[in-house]
Structures are given as C-alpha cells and as structure tokens.
Nanobody, 127 residues
Framework: QVQLAESGGGLVQAGGSLRLSCAAS????????MGWFRQAPGKEREFVAA????????RYEDSVKGRFTISRDNAKNTVYLQMNSLKAEDTAVYLC????????????????????WGQGTQVTVSS
C-alpha cells in the first residue's frame, strides 16, 4: 500500500510561483510513472503533467506548457511540480497520482490509468 501526500499549495498573486511536492510512503515511487492533476470547483479533474520512471520523459497539458515543470527525486521518493507565471485559471486542488502502467502504454492523461491518489493541496491564484 502506498500513501501520497501533497504539500506546497497556498495563496499567490497572479504571476507568482509555487512549488508543489508529492511525498510517498509505504512503497517506492521509482518504479512508477507519476502524474499531477487538478480539479477546480464544479469541474472535472484534469491532467496537468506526467513524468516517466527515471524522469527522462515528461508530458504537459497545453495550458501549462512553458510555465510548469514536473520533476522527481527517486532517492527522496518525491515528485515535484514547479509552477511559474501563475494565472487565476490555475486555481484548483492539485493532486498527485501513481500510474498503473508504463510510460509507453495507454494515455498518461487518463485519470482511470492511475491507481493511487493523494488528498490534494489547494492552489489559489488571485488576479
């Protein structure tokens, strides 16, 4: 059993930055593709970014490309999401998740392909 815990959220002005962390306990993350998703009130959960097991491949949702960076430190069992140039529309609960399958399989954007989820951390961007 793995437990994922996000941290680093908060209130920031538009144009600011935040760094989210996702720490795992119970099982190592190094064997898994990891993803970040977000969910705004009244909206469906949407993909933000994903990273391969060793970190050499990443994928981003179009609206965050060039502003967000996903990374991982397998020695620390932690995945990060650096968010720069934040916009009001980035306001949401951000959740990390562990994918069931490998990088080349299926579609990393699909929530159904992730088996474990954290509780999320709130990010609020004021305009």
């Amino acid at each position: 059993q793995v437990q994922l815990a996000e941290s680093g959220g908060g209130l920031v002005q538009a144009g600011g930055s935040l760094r989210l962390s996702c720490a795992a306990s119970g099982r190592t993350l190094s064997s898994y593709v990891m993803g970040w998703f977000r969910q705004a009130p009244g909206k469906e959960r949407e993909f933000v970014a994903a990273i391969s097991r060793n970190g050499d491949s990443t994928r981003y949702e179009d609206s965050v490309k060039g502003r967000f960076t996903i990374s991982r430190d397998n020695a620390k069992n932690t995945v990060y999401l650096q968010m720069n140039s934040l916009k009001a529309e980035d306001t949401a609960v951000y959740l990390c998740a562990r994918r069931r399958t490998g990088w080349a399989e299926g579609d990393v954007k699909q929530t159904s392909e992730y088996g474990y989820w954290g509780q999320g951390t709130q990010v609020t961007v004021s305009s």
